[in-house]
Structures are given as C-alpha cells and as structure tokens.
C-alpha cells in the first residue's frame, strides 16, 4: 500500500458509508427499497469465512449492516467505583455498558452508565451530606425553600422505585450519516432502585401557583469551560411529569448512597424521558411559568424534528421539538453475543424491554434477520418506569451463523422497527432491534 494511502477501519467504513463499506467490504449489492443485501456466491463464501460458519438465512440479512458476530469495538475504561464499561470520552466522562452486564434484575453501580456534561464536583468539595443545600425557587414558587438533605430525609414521606433511565443518544452510533456527539451504542441505559422523596411533595410544600408550566434543574457540576456560575446542563420536565408519584428527588441507589459519577449526593429522576431530564448533584429547582430555558433546553439539544426530515438534510432549530417519553426498546443480556452453541440443544436467551411512559405489552424474537418472529415470554414491571424481563428459546434447523433478534411493543402498539428509524440531526432515540451473534455447530 502507498505511505499516502489512507488505511480505514471497518467501523468507520461502516459509519461512513454503510452501503458502500458492504460493497467495498463483500462485494453485496444492496436494494434501496428493501435495504436487503444481496450476496454473490464468493461475497457470502468471504462473510462466511469471517463470521466462522455458513449463514442460513443470509438471503435475508439487510444491507449496510455490520455482522453482529464483528460488532462489539470495545475499549478499556476504568474509573472509581465502575468495572467493565465502554469508554467513550474522558472530558466530561462519559461510558456504557456492554449489554451482557445489564443482565441483573436491577444494575449493580458499578455497571451503570455515565453520562455527564460537565465536570462533576469532588467528594471533598460535596462535603458533609447531611448539609448538602437545596434551594426551590422559581417565578412560579409560593414560598421559596432551602432545605439541607437532612431536613428532606425528616420532613418527607421516603419512597423507593425501580426506575429505567436512558440516554437520548443511546444508538447513536447506528446512524447515518453520521451525528456528532458521544457514539452510544446500546448500553446509556440501566434500571436501579431509586430512594428518596416524592418530588410532588416538595414542590408542593414550596407551593405551585397556577401558572406554573415547567420545573427545571441546576447541579453542582461544573461548566467545561471553567467559567464560574456558568451551568453545564440546566434541564427539567413540564409539570404534570414532575407531579408523577415516580418522579423522585432521591439520595439512594440500590439500597446505598447514589454512586459519586451518577449524582451522589442527590439527584432527579424522571424516569421514561431522556436521562438528561435527571439532573445531578442537585442543589437547585426552579419552578417556571413558561418551558424551562436552561443550558441544552434551547437550540437542537434534546430535541427532534417534529416532522421527518430526509438523512443529512438541515432542519432549521423553530422545526425541531422537545423529545419526552422514550420510545419502545429492548436488549438481549444473555448470553453474551459471539457464542457457540451446540444444534441438538434449544438455545437458551434473555434480556430487559423498556417503554418510556408507557408498559411493554409484547416481546418477540427472530433467527432469520426479522423474516420471521416468535413470541417471547415477558414479565410485568415491579412497578411503573421499571424495565422488564423476558426469556424465549429458540431451536436452530442447521449449523452456521446466526443472528438472534429481539423486538419489542409498547402498550400503545408500537414496535421497535428493525433497522435504524428516522434520522436526525443529533442522533437521538435509535430504538432499532438488538441483535447477537450465535455459531451454531
């Protein structure tokens, strides 16, 4: 190869050019209508080869898709108090979870995900917890409060809630044309047992007038430019979320403090919307007459098209809309993608299904790329907002590769759809099926 001559990975071939990369890649020709690939006879003999085993189904695999089998790029991350996450940046820190680590009924902390905006305040600079301030004010506020973390423990009824948070980002590698920011792939996700006080409660106490609209946050993080009482994130939910029994002001995670990179000593949640509506290290509530306008709540942050738009088109910021609950999802945690498996036994699988506000009513499962589907047993929340378990088993008719496939369907009759869904120009909300990787021999 010429010195000059750019090398390029798969990953980024796929990133670039999803239909390209196949065709540079194995030589399959990909229909634009049907996004189906078709594989020459030496294309599949090549993908077969790398994949380890015949593909049975390869006559229905889509085009512009990585094999599940070559899909897990992983990078060492190590970081106080987390083990085996992905790292994805290091100012502000940001990591997932690999989906086999997401497989406990309710994620341990040192798997659940980071995601942050700014630079979170030191252990030391927190201080005594007990002390922690945290003012509710707000043009909408009948009378505003300061209250220390002690005083919400003693004044407010406690309340715990097994509660999903996800990033909005979380898929955003998936897209294309490719977006900016963090390239989640599937695991800004997780589902703990949040403690703490109803937020309704406080806001109550502190008083809602009648115009009120919106709550928004502030937190102790700060800014990455270092300017001072500059915010790195100020977000909030309308009223009505805010005034939901699950939506909590909690200090508990999983029977223990909040982990120091997701909140501790205190933080919101607002469960089923985009994890950036939880704000953390909270040390502020505003309660407003008109949609909160802190830091990432203007402009395109958070926010989609409000009608679809074509890959890669601009969308001018009065088009876009406010995203709210999150959209039908799920994930397969066992087992972990890349297994071998023997053909004279039923495989074996499970994983976690979420809906944002809504409940998941259906779960389904393929080994033929989404051809066809068999139903899956699923289980009911432990209670709303909480993420919920599945299991299904599989036989398979011959020996090679497959993928195995999982769908889910919210309450309302919504879908995930098995390729990555309307495009957008930050990349939020992929909630395309999960797949991995099984040899089958």
Not at 197 to 221: Q, S
Not at 236 to 265: M, R, Y
Not at 269 to 287: E, H, Q, Y
Not at 376 to 390: F, G, T
Request: net charge positive; aromatic share 10%; proline share 7%.
């Amino acid at each position: 190869m010429n010195k000059k001559e750019k090398k390029t990975g798969l990953f980024a071939l796929y990133r670039e050019d999803p239909v390209a990369a196949d065709k540079l890649v194995w030589g399959r020709e990909v229909n634009p209508l049907t996004r189906r690939g078709f594989l020459h006879k030496s294309s599949l003999l090549a993908m077969s080869s790398v994949v380890g085993a015949a593909i049975p189904f390869a006559e229905a695999m889509p085009g512009g898709l990585i094999p599940a089998a070559l899909a897990n790029e992983s990078k060492a991350f190590a970081i106080k108090g987390k083990q085996g996450l992905t790292f994805l940046n290091d100012r502000p820190i940001n990591a997932e979870t690999p989906p086999h680590l997401l497989d406990d009924d309710f994620t341990p902390a040192r798997y659940f995900f980071v995601r942050n905006n700014g630079i979170p305040p030191t252990v030391a600079a927190i201080g005594s917890v007990d002390k922690w301030l945290l003012e509710i004010s707000g043009e909408s506020c009948e009378r505003p409060q300061r209250l220390t973390l002690a005083e919400l423990k003693k004044q407010f009824q406690h309340y715990t809630y097994a509660l999903t948070l996800e990033c909005a980002g979380n898929g955003r590698s998936e897209f294309y044309p490719p977006t900016k920011g963090n390239q989640w792939t599937t695991g800004a996700v997780g589902c703990a047992k949040w403690t703490g006080v109803r937020l309704k409660d406080v806001l109550n106490f502190c008083g809602i007038k009648k115009d009120a609209v919106y709550i928004g946050y502030y937190g102790a993080d700060s800014h990455l430019s270092g300017t001072p009482g500059k915010a790195a994130i100020s977000r909030g939910v309308p009223i009505a979320k805010a005034l939901e029994d699950e939506s909590l002001i909690a200090w508990g995670f999983n029977g223990e403090d909040i982990p120091h990179q997701n909140g501790f000593p205190l933080r919101l949640v607002t469960a089923g919307w985009p994890a950036s509506t939880s704000g953390k290290w909270l040390n502020k509530l505003v309660i407003r007459n008109k949609v909160h306008d802190g830091e990432k709540m203007q402009g395109q942050s958070y926010r989609v098209p409000c009608k679809p738009v074509a890959p890669g088109s601009p969308v001018p910021d009065e088009a876009m809309c406010i995203i709210e609950s999150m959209p039908v999802k799920s994930i397969i945690t066992y087992p972990e993608s890349g297994v071998t498996h023997s053909l004279n036994k039923a495989f074996q699988f499970r994983g976690k299904a979420w809906a944002g506000d809504l409940e998941v009513a259906g779960m389904a499962v393929s080994i033929d790329f989404g051809a066809s589907w068999h139903p899956a047993r699923l289980e009911k929340p432990v209670n709303r907002l909480a993420w919920q378990k599945w299991h299904a088993e599989v036989r398979f008719p011959q020996t090679g590769y497959y993928e195995v496939w999982a769908k889910a369907t919210d309450s309302q009759g919504k879908s995930q759809p098995t390729i990555v869904p309307g495009w957008n120009p930050k990349g939020y909300l992929n909630n395309a099926c999960h797949r991995i990787a099984v040899q089958v021999v």
